[in-house]
């Protein structure tokens, strides 16, 4: 279990051990252990990509996207969601797309926050035709776009010069 955690990472405690010995006389984890465990980990994993998300701080959130993985955590439409997010504050909108594209090969639904932040992230790097199609495939997944999406997306239009697509909005 873990007893607290900073950005030292995580204490652990030594968990309940179940009545009893299992196969071979060696101490067992209780039942739920494990899988409390697990949550624990994502619920840190999470907070931990969104502080990266917060900082700017778009490889570091990638690296713990990475890292979920090779321990066996399942990254969610969450943790993708904040690694997206930070790609976009980090201006690397190659990256929030490529990770938009990662959650569909997961088989993960993004939601709002998953299609506009890399809208977002196209208006930064004056991706218009990016931008435009993100907005689309949100409509196409019956998602609403908000208020930040549209403003995203007519903001990309103008950088571009794309007047006639800025005023479809």
Do not use: N, Y
Request: proline fraction near 4%; aromatic fraction near 4%.
């Amino acid at each position: 279990q873990i007893a607290g955690a900073g950005w030292g990472g995580p204490q652990w405690r030594q968990p309940r051990r179940r009545e009893g010995r299992a196969l071979g006389g060696s101490p067992s984890l209780a039942a739920g252990d494990a899988l409390q465990i697990a949550h624990v980990c994502v619920g840190e994993q999470h907070r931990a990509i969104s502080a990266c998300e917060k900082g700017k701080r778009w490889g570091e959130a990638l690296r713990l996207l990475q890292e979920m993985l090779h321990r066996s955590l399942t990254p969610d439409v969450v943790s993708h969601s904040a690694a997206i997010s930070a790609c976009e504050k980090g201006k690397r909108w190659g990256e929030a797309l490529r990770l938009l594209q990662e959650m569909l090969h997961r088989s993960l639904t993004p939601d709002v926050v998953s299609h506009t932040a890399p809208i977002s992230a196209c208006e930064k790097g004056k991706r218009w035709g990016e931008a435009l199609r993100l907005l689309q495939e949100m409509l196409h997944r019956s998602l609403t776009p908000g208020v930040v999406s549209h403003h995203a997306a007519i903001s990309t239009c103008a950088k571009g010069r794309r007047r006639a697509e800025a005023l479809r909005f």
